[in-house]
């Protein structure tokens, strides 16, 4: 069967794979996005019912369009995913659902690449990888499927009665471990939380909120310092309105919260004697934001309302100063292990050399550094901190097409002077 050939295949049709179009489509490259399911199906499928998005619409969102709601408010995830679904429309983005890249590498004695499919064979001259940042769910191999424990990933929690009767430990407190903990508690379980290095910025402060502050501090743009950074989670929330997390307040709820989850053993988990450690981080983490939040509403003459009270820590709750460094499982009633602890990434069907020691891609800000024509997208930290989220992505997506145009241009100027001769520069412009 004869392959279908065009300039660029981006394969993955989540916000990347849409971003990527519109930037595509800016620069007057041939392209098509390959996406298995439906547009921004993680968002549909993959997460919790009662999500929404960390960041306020006015803000979580690409620049060619607004959310059809109240733009303080926070969407649903399933608004969000209408909203890419709208954005590709409104674009016209040739994007092909239902379509499963399987293998992708070099066509034999030619540099374009050959990409298999659920739906036939693909040829491009290059390949953009936009399949996430957060793909494949890690479970960290500790307790054993015997221990007689329900146990099972964030990506894969539902809601509360998904679960069976009894207390939960949820393992891991970014944003989601936390939104999902509080849910369970509000639900009237028994929630223990397990808590690492964290970053807790305010939800808001002296009426803006912290997605502002983080923009106008320039916090969002942090660069990053290579591939192999590390990331430390904040823990935010958008639920019921949007609050910032205070896990001093959480015990006084009734949660019981722990340190890093270290061992188990027969029944007994162990956890790091970190927990006061990790909170009072995460409270220095908090009050810096406010000191330099301060900082710059002096440093630009800005008139905005006084907070004294966001500086107010409650008392270090018994379950901190105490803390719980062994738990037998039965014996707390734990039916329900919830592992919020993150994801990997799965470019196993990319067969190429463009990956490093840990199984990361090598590259600079998404270009490979390895294989010419390959880029990616989304990646965490791509090229500063907001890369995966949504308004970055979209920042990322126009690098990486201006690349390729910058290239297809090129290229074209070569077609064009074997056929015509030095006089085919013309042609360029009429190209640009
Ligand atoms: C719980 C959670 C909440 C989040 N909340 C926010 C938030 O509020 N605000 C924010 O800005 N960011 C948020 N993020 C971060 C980020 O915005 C999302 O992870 C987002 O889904 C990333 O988009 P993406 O397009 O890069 O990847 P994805 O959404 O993962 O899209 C990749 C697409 O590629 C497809 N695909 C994969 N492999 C193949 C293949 N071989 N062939 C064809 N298609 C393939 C998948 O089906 C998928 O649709 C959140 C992340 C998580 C996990």
């Known amino acids: 069967m004869a392959a279908e050939r065009t300039n660029t295949i981006v394969v993955g049709g989540g916000q990347a794979g849409v971003a990527m179009s519109e930037h595509l489509l800016d620069c007057g490259v041939p392209h098509i996005v390959l996406e298995r399911h439906r547009i921004a199906e993680r968002w549909r499928t993959e997460r919790w019912d009662s999500l929404v998005a960390n960041g306020p619409a006015w803000h979580d969102r690409f620049p060619g369009m607004e959310f059809p709601s109240d733009p303080n408010g926070f969407p649903s ?19 092909r659902c239902g379509v ?165 053993d027969a029944g007994i988990l162990t956890f790091a004697p970190d927990l006061a450690d990790n909170i009072a981080r995460g409270d220095a983490n908090y009050l810096s934001l406010l000191d330099e939040a301060d ?16 500086r107010l820590i409650g008392p270090v709750p018994d379950c901190v100063a105490n803390p719980v460094l062994e738990l037998d499982l039965h014996e707390a009633g734990i039916t329900s292990i919830i592992w919020a602890t993150g994801y990997s990434a799965d470019y196993s069907w990319l067969r190429l050399d463009a990956f490093g020691d840990k199984g990361r891609p090598r590259h600079l800000r998404g270009v490979s550094t390895t294989e010419p024509g390959l880029y990616f997208l989304g990646l965490p930290w791509q090229s500063r901190r907001g890369s995966s989220f949504i308004w970055g992505v979209w920042h990322d997506a126009k690098f990486v097409a201006d690349r390729i145009a910058t290239h297809h241009k090129y290229m074209a100027y070569h077609a064009a002077a074997n056929q015509e001769g030095p006089s085919s520069s013309t042609r360029i412009t009429a190209a640009e």
């Open 100 to 264: 499963e890249v399987t293998r992708v590498e070099r066509a034999k004695g030619s540099s374009h690449f050959r990409v298999e499919t659920g739906a036939g064979l693909f040829e491009a001259e290059n390949i953009v990888a936009a399949t996430g940042p957060f793909q494949v769910p890690i479970v960290p191999d500790l307790v054993p499927a015997e221990a007689g424990v329900n146990q099972l990933h964030s990506s894969a929690y539902r809601n509360p009665v998904q679960l069976p009767e009894g207390a939960v430990m949820i393992v891991g407190a970014g944003s989601s471990g936390t939104q999902i903990a509080d849910e369970l508690l509000r639900a009237g379980r028994r929630v223990y939380l397990s808590i690492g290095p964290h970053g807790r910025p305010p939800r808001s402060y002296r009426g803006r909120d912290f997605c502002w502050w983080l923009g106008v501090l320039g916090k969002w743009d942090i660069e990053s310092t290579g591939p192999d950074m590390e990331h430390v989670t904040i823990a935010v929330s958008g639920t019921r309105g949007g609050q910032t997390i205070d896990f001093r307040r959480l015990a006084a709820e009734g949660m019981v919260l722990v340190g890093r989850t270290k061992t188990y």
């Open 295 to 310: 900082a710059y509403v002096a440093d630009n003459g800005l008139d905005l309302p006084r907070e004294e009270e966001a």
């Open 77 to 95: 995830k399933d608004e969000v995913a209408d909203y890419f679904a709208a954005y590709a429309a409104m674009l016209g983005a040739p994007i």
